[in-house]
């Protein structure tokens, strides 16, 4: 038997599926006797519900039900319940859903949707952090005082838009900023993005005779949708069997619990019947979550050497109208507010906002990508101002091992990683020697850096589990509930186990699709924690069952189990490989010669949380946020003509410390994947409102994401300082691409331009705006 | 998903099809004409454009010709902009439809629909108001050749039920050397901000332009300006864009001052090619 190694490329092992079509996504599975549900929207931002007319809609031939906020007076959101799945008394953004038709066929429920006639009375919007913690802006929750805390470690601040404020403090970054020899003073924006995955978000629900609630949905967290569900709807989570199947992209936003409760709601409200929803593109930017917004003012002060010396930040997050992850994001600013640098006094405040905007929920970076632009733009500016590299500068103030991270926590090289290593590598990649820009004819040519860092910030508590059971012929089914969201996780854990096991990753099986019934409980397939948290669970079970096998085998050969081993399929004796037992003959239990047998089949069990996390202190942001870090380089080399403003982007690069790669081709893809998303926020994507809240860029005519012809050189490269704890030394590199890539292509534009660029994206007329004030 | 009924006809002939639109459009049926359906499906999905019957014109010859008439070139108004580029005989229109949406919707996206939908930058007009095009409309009276001159103005004016079967240009002005520019927010595959067609035809230079206006246009009086040459091309273009200033539109895809600072470089670049002899 041929044994995959981690470090192998293996092929994933949906390819065949997914090249030939057959694979098999949400909305895919549908059955005749299926009802569709359609979403009614608000068309105001911010307004009372004076009155809703559900008649005409009712009575269209088709249409078993239509469902207001009086049919569902749950309140749900995954830190504070603030949010109706469908808006009581109240809207507040344009495309809040307002109703549910569920009808016998889409064209019913298409057409009953536009007889649901709702009037407003319209109250003024707030768009923007800032407005809206303006002395008098209009509330969009009055009550939020009442609202239920779904986690301790949320301070939401009744009679303000505040819906949390969380502060961190490491020296005393006032004073120290006073006695600096330089301080960048610096504003910065992001807009609202949307993911924009493929597949847009899809669910199903049925109740069978018994109670159960069966639900098929687009989602990254299986086990999280039989919670909320289980708790919305009153029943235990054994009655509440969720299925995962493919998921065509999610980036984030297929992590919380949105459409499979209007799903269980529309399936309620018919008997139970099978009911779709699934969003067409305008809903899915529109209505569904977006990625957050924000405002950042930075401070960064250094002394005559370069040397960082104090920061200052206050983040305002644009959480939308509801809550929803933004307080989480908030905290993983907040942990990792500096960026990979060892700066001794920090001052840092996140205070998340409500406005009228579409709610926000976690987007690929969590945050990471707003708050490494407004770092690594203020790191270039200070660069610029000191006469330095920006490479060099970079250099002399990384965090190293040793140092404290904002969140004063001491960092070791198996946390931390290698940066220096990550930075002297991009370096080479894209000749930083050669220097950052040169002019040919109307063009320059220049290059842009970031650094960058990342940890989980999850729940103290995430956890994962993995059960390896043997088939008769000696191969290995496993059961593991990460969602193969697009990266091959499934195939990757397959070969983690392969790798454990010593056997060949083709006879260990995972199935595609997750089930709540039949795989146990995995946190979410989010954070970039997956490899790691699932990972180590799957290590956990190998040993179990290796144990067991060894027991087993220890019967057969008559010697000590501690004697033997297990790889290539057997179990051997150490001393003697050539005496072994197949496992394939002992998986079932040990049979003696006359058919007696002991034992029982093999089943290898393994269950891991995440460990001596904590939460942030409110006052002081201290605290661990997540087991390691991944850290890494990136820049950015663009062609930009100084005639029209426009740029080309030419070659982007990437050097992570991924710890250990454990399947290369798929970790270069994710990667690669992620630069590409960070590009195309840079570049081109930012939600845009009219004044009345309008999101004007609703479909994929107008919300550009990058084209594949407009794409990049791609240059990806590793390094590998092993994060002990984790499989095989790994790291999560699920998110990184996509992190420093706003910030790297604005500092490569801002230094071709000769100008400053700090509004997200980066457009040719943003350019123009500013260089308009100089002679061309 | 199109949340409304419509029924579905495919005449072989256009004077089928203009006699199906009056009795359709008498019966209240809202009738519209169909080609490669990428901006009527797309609008009816979200509830921005409604009808009742579509009358597919994809089986009329005279619809689905494209090739040479004698001196002149023939291009059906059901022809892709793929199929039109592949052709090589008119090479700006060509340049100009491999520049609207991406190479999937060029193989459905038909001249008629770019010519006659409401999505406001009609492109296509712009080679077509260059070289004179003769514009074939069918009505109740048969196919009646006009210049598009007539019957463009901004968008197209056609009686209630008329069909623009196709348009011809002659060789000489399909194949004059001409320029195309097209400036977009960043994403090349996106509308225009300006996109500026020139053809140049005994050493005078046509232009037309989309993007900058509500609508596409050639204003004769603006190519008298162009054509000044007592005057340097920057002040030209400088006084061709205070022309334009009142008109210039301004939206999520850029604000009126940028859209004229994009077209006054367009226009400097077909200047550019000129002088370097880059048009072909």
Request: aromatic residues 4%.
């Given at each position: 038997m041929e044994i995959t190694l981690a470090g192998a490329a293996v092929r994933r092992k949906d390819a065949r599926s997914k090249v030939t079509g057959t694979a098999v996504y949400t909305d895919d599975g549908r059955t005749p006797q299926m009802l569709t549900a359609k979403i009614v929207t608000s068309t105001c931002a911010h307004g009372l519900i004076r009155h809703t007319d559900i008649s005409r809609a009712a009575a269209l031939k088709g249409v078993c039900a239509v469902l207001t906020g009086a049919d569902a007076t749950m309140l749900c959101g995954p830190l504070l319940a603030d949010r109706p799945p469908l808006a009581q008394g109240k809207v507040r953004y344009f495309g809040e859903p307002v109703a549910l038709v569920i009808a016998e066929s889409d064209a019913a429920a298409a057409q009953a949707a536009l007889l649901v006639e709702v009037e407003y009375e319209p109250i003024r919007p707030v768009f923007t952090p800032s407005e809206a913690l303006r002395p008098g802006a209009p509330l969009l929750h009055e009550t939020l005082g009442a609202y239920k805390k779904v986690v301790d470690e949320i301070y939401p601040e009744p009679g303000t838009n505040v819906c949390d404020r969380i502060r961190l403090i490491k020296g005393d970054a006032q004073k120290a900023l006073l006695s600096c020899h330089t301080v960048i003073d610096a504003y910065y924006t992001h807009p609202p993005t949307d993911h924009a995955a493929l597949e847009t978000r899809a669910a199903q629900a049925r109740i069978d005779g018994d109670g159960v609630i069966h639900i098929t949905t687009s989602t990254q967290a299986p086990h999280e949708v039989q919670k909320e569900i289980a708790s919305l709807f009153g029943v235990d989570m054994g009655k509440v069997q969720v299925t995962a199947p493919f998921v065509g992209g999610a980036f984030g936003g297929k992590a919380g619990v949105d459409l499979e409760i209007l799903a269980v709601l529309a399936s309620r409200a018919v008997g139970g019947r099978p009911v779709r929803l699934a969003n067409t593109r305008e809903e899915d930017i529109a209505t569904s979550p977006v990625g957050i917004g924000a405002e950042v003012y930075v401070r960064l002060g250094a002394d005559n050497t370069g040397k960082f010396k104090a920061l200052e930040m206050r983040v305002l997050l644009d959480t939308g109208a509801y809550t929803d992850m933004g307080p989480r994001m908030a905290r993983a600013i907040l942990a990792d507010c500096t960026g990979p640098y060892n700066i001794e006094h920090v001052f840092c405040e996140c205070v998340t906002v409500y406005t009228n905007h579409t709610y926000a929920t976690s987007l690929r970076g969590f945050g990471h990508i707003t708050s490494t632009f407004c770092i690594e733009r203020t790191v270039d500016k200070l660069a610029a101002s000191l006469r330095r590299d920006p490479a060099a500068l970079r250099n002399i103030n990384l965090i190293r091992p040793g140092d404290t991270a904002p969140t004063n926590f001491t960092v070791t090289e198996s946390t931390l990683g290698n940066p220096e290593a990550c930075l002297e590598g991009l370096k080479k990649l894209i000749r930083w020697e050669e220097g950052p820009i040169r002019q040919e004819g109307k063009f320059v040519y220049a290059k842009g850096l970031a650094m960058i860092w990342k940890t989980s910030s999850s729940p103290p508590d995430a956890g994962s589990s993995a059960v390896l059971l043997f088939n008769d012929d000696g191969s290995v089914t496993l059961q593991v509930a990460c969602v193969e969201i697009g990266p091959a996780m499934r195939t990757t854990a397959a070969q983690i186990c392969a790798a454990a096991l010593g056997m060949d990753v083709q006879n260990v099986h995972v199935t595609m699709a997750v089930s709540t019934d039949a795989a146990p409980r995995h946190w979410k397939t989010v954070a970039s924690m997956t490899t790691f948290l699932l990972g180590r669970a799957i290590l956990s079970a190998v040993e179990d069952a290796k144990k067991q096998l060894r027991r087993l085998a220890a019967l057969s050969m008559r010697c000590a189990s501690e004697d033997l081993d297990v790889s290539g399929g057997r179990v051997s004796r150490r001393s003697d490989p050539a005496q072994y037992v197949e496992i394939k003959s002992i998986c079932r239990g040990y049979k003696f010669q006359h058919g007696n047998t002991v034992g029982g089949r093999v089943i290898g069990r393994g269950s891991v949380t995440m460990q001596n996390l904590t939460t942030l202190d409110r006052h002081t942001g201290h605290g661990r946020a997540g087991p390691y870090w991944t850290v890494g380089a990136q820049a950015v080399e663009v062609q930009y003509d100084t005639t029209d403003h426009s740029y080309r982007l030419l070659r982007a690069a990437t050097v992570l410390?991924?710890?250990?790669?454990?399947?290369p081709e798929a970790a270069h893809a994710v990667v690669r994947g992620g630069m590409a998303m960070g590009l195309s926020q840079a570049g081109r994507e930012g939600l845009e409102f009219d004044p009345s809240g309008r999101i004007l860029d609703s479909s994929l005519r107008s919300y550009k994401v990058m084209h594949f012809s407009q794409t990049p050189e791609y240059l990806t490269q590793f390094v590998e300082t092993?994060?002990?704890?984790?499989?095989?030394g790994a790291r999560g590199?699920?998110?990184?691409?996509?992190?420093?890539m706003p910030a790297a292509l604005a500092n490569a534009l801002s230094l071709a331009a000769r100008v400053s660029l700090d509004e997200l994206p980066v457009t040719p007329e943003k350019i123009w705006l500013i260089r308009s004030e100089k002679p061309l | 998903m199109i949340p409304f009924d419509f029924a579905y006809f495919r005449p072989d002939s256009a004077a089928e099809a203009v006699s199906l639109y009056q009795e359709l459009a008498r019966s209240g049926m809202e009738p519209v004409y169909y080609g490669g359906g990428s901006e009527l499906l797309t609008m009816a999905r979200v509830g921005n454009r409604r009808f009742g019957a579509v009358i597919d014109i994809k089986a009329i010859p005279d619809c689905t010709a494209i090739g040479e008439e004698g001196e002149r070139f023939y291009f059906g108004s059901a022809v892709s902009l793929g199929a039109i580029e592949r052709s090589g005989l008119f090479p700006l229109l060509g340049r100009t439809g491999a520049r609207i949406a991406d190479h999937t919707m060029q193989q459905r996206i038909t001249l008629g629909g770019n010519l006659a939908g409401t999505i406001r930058y009609r492109e296509c007009v712009l080679p077509l108001l260059l070289a004179d095009a003769g514009m074939t409309v069918f009505t109740n009276d048969g196919a009646q050749s006009v210049s598009i001159h007539q019957i463009f103005s901004g968008r197209l004016d056609l009686p209630t039920g008329a069909l623009l079967t196709g348009c011809s240009v002659s060789r000489e002005f399909a194949r004059a050397r001409h320029g195309h520019v097209k400036k977009t927010k960043n994403e090349k595959i996106d509308y225009p901000i300006a996109t500026v067609c020139a053809l140049e035809t005994d050493g005078y230079l046509r232009f037309a332009v989309s993007g900058v206006h509500e609508n596409p246009f050639r204003d004769m009086a603006l190519e008298e300006i162009l054509n000044d040459t007592r005057t340097v091309p920057r002040l030209r273009a400088d006084k061709i864009v205070e022309e334009l200033r009142p008109g210039a539109v301004s939206d999520v895809y850029g604000s009126s001052e940028y859209r004229l600072f994009a077209f006054k470089r367009a226009i400097m670049e077909i200047f550019a090619m000129e002088r370097e002899g880059a048009m072909v």
């Open positions: 410390d991924a710890g250990k790669i454990i399947n092993p994060n002990v704890e984790g499989p095989f590199i699920g998110e990184h691409g996509a992190i420093g | -």
